[in-house]
């Protein structure tokens, strides 16, 4: 089916899910691969549960300074041809002629920057499932005021996600700078955002360190304004607490850093233990020199049973499909795993 970006079939579908206790993932992507891998997850989730079309967000940053996403996309490093690129794409595997155009397709602009990112909020607003206005950085008062603005100017043409107030770092949550019920009612009424972005204690990019995530300011604040608020990041989230997000009135997650860190990890497994059939018997030899290898290497178990009895570059392998492949089954588990905990089950019928 068409990628959809009609306001009101966006806000039909966030509706649907939120009746019936399911939140949806926002796959983050930079590159192509991203987007056929969250796009067969999703299809294959559905055919597993029944659902007949099964929602999706693609989401994306363009110069937000944590990481340039857009800019990523090609190697142009210009968000504009990036855009262009990725929502081609979007439209191409969303078509009849794909395996999976059963699947509902929104793309959303993530963490736009108004300052830095003005062509794509308001020239491409129709494009978009919906766009985030990121005034986070700025004072209270002047967050509204921008986010109001902007709300007015693409009104009809996209639904809204606001950020209410600084979303925390890793290693920057506590309760007391948890967004409050007052807070988020103010924005919401003052700004007239479909969506906003508390802050719940979670955290964005995180590999490592403690964060926690405070569902019962959740439950206090989506009981005030209803089920339109959206997480960003996931790494503080237990397996219980994501599969009750949707109770605690979430309706779409943020998820990037585990995924690319997931698919990075098993690429780099990969790549070591098929070393001997990238590089030849001489680079190896001069790796282990330095220091970076061991002698394992030219052992002949490696070298007969992994490399056929030579260290020497094999196509199959030296050829970045191989890591593709990789890279995209180990991305498209993780993401099966989200479905699964967001609720997709309830959404069958």
Known sequence: MPVVTDPSEVKEIYQECAEKGACIPCFCTENQKTIEAM????????????VKNPPLV????????????????????????GVKALL?????????????ADVRFMPHLDHGMPDKDKTLLYDFAEEFAT??????????????????????????KTLV?????????????GEEQLTTVEQAQRFLSETGCAFIVPNLGTEHRA????????AHRAQEISA??????????????????????????????????????????AVAKHVVKQLGNILDEAQIRALIDEGWLT?????????????GGKLAPVLEVVAEVDRTDVWVEEVIRRMKEYFHAFGYANLAG
């Open 295 to 307: 002698g394992k290497y030219l052992e002949p178990a490696y070298v007969n049973d992994i490399c």
């Open 58 to 81: 693609v989401g994306f940053t363009a110069t937000y300074h944590h990481r340039q996403q857009l800019m990523s996309y090609t190697t142009t490093r210009d968000t504009v041809l």
């Open 224 to 265: 005030a304004v209803g089920k339109i608020l959206v997480l960003h990041g996931t790494s503080s989230l237990g397996e219980g607490a994501m599969q009750n997000l949707s109770n605690d009135g979430i309706v779409k997650v943020n998820i990037w850093t585990r995924l690319t860190t997931a698919g990075g990890q």
């Open 131 to 156: 766009s985030m206005h990121d005034c986070s950085h700025l004072p209270f008062e002047e967050n509204v005021k921008q986010t109001a603005a902007y709300v007015e100017a693409v009104k009809g």
């Open 161 to 173: 996600e606001g950020a209410v107030d600084e979303i925390s770092e890793v290693g920057a949550s």
């Open 88 to 100: 081609d794409d979007a439209k191409l595997f969303a078509s009849d002629g794909s395996p999976w």
């Open 39 to 50: 796009l067969r997850a999703a299809h294959e989730v559905g055919r597993e549960f029944g």
């Open 207 to 214: 590999t490592g360190g403690e964060v926690k995530y405070y």
